[in-house]
């Protein structure tokens, strides 16, 4: 199974920017797409970005333009930029690891089969 920890969560004044990093280990080879996730209390939980093995993403409509997905392969690491943040950016970041995505005309998200622990991101104004 796939073990995901992430790490460079914290507080930031609106306006700033923070690095999240997501690594997985273990049985890593069939990770097809890995994802950033958020949620915050009273609120469902919202895909944020994916980015599949080949490299191409997809990001959330209100984080489009702020927000950056990468990943090192060889470190079987995925970050997540996320720059002009806002309060309502506030939230626990989870990292998802899947074997196959759900691909449509507007894009695509990742299937989770596995989940990390979570960071939490609080942005203050």
């Known amino acids: 199974q796939v073990h995901l920890v992430e790490s460079g969560g914290g507080s930031v004044q609106s306006g700033g920017s923070l690095r999240l990093s997501c690594t997985a280990s273990?049985?890593?080879?069939?990770?097809?797409?890995m994802a950033w996730h958020r949620q915050s209390p009273g609120k469902e939980r919202e895909g944020v970005a994916t980015?599949?093995?080949?490299?191409?993403?997809h990001y959330a409509d209100s984080v489009k333009g702020r927000f950056t997905v990468s990943q090192d392969n060889a470190k079987n690491t995925m970050y997540l930029e996320m720059n002009s943040l806002e309060p309502d950016d506030t939230a626990m970041y989870f990292c998802?690891?899947?074997?196959?995505?759900?691909?449509?005309?507007?894009?695509?998200?990742?299937?989770?089969?596995?989940w990390g622990q979570g960071t939490q991101v609080t942005v203050s104004s």
């Open positions: 998802a690891s899947g074997r196959v995505a759900q691909h449509n005309t507007r894009g695509f998200t990742c299937s989770p089969s596995s």
């Open positions: 273990g049985l890593t080879y069939g990770i097809y797409c």
């Open positions: 980015i599949l093995r080949d490299g191409r993403t």
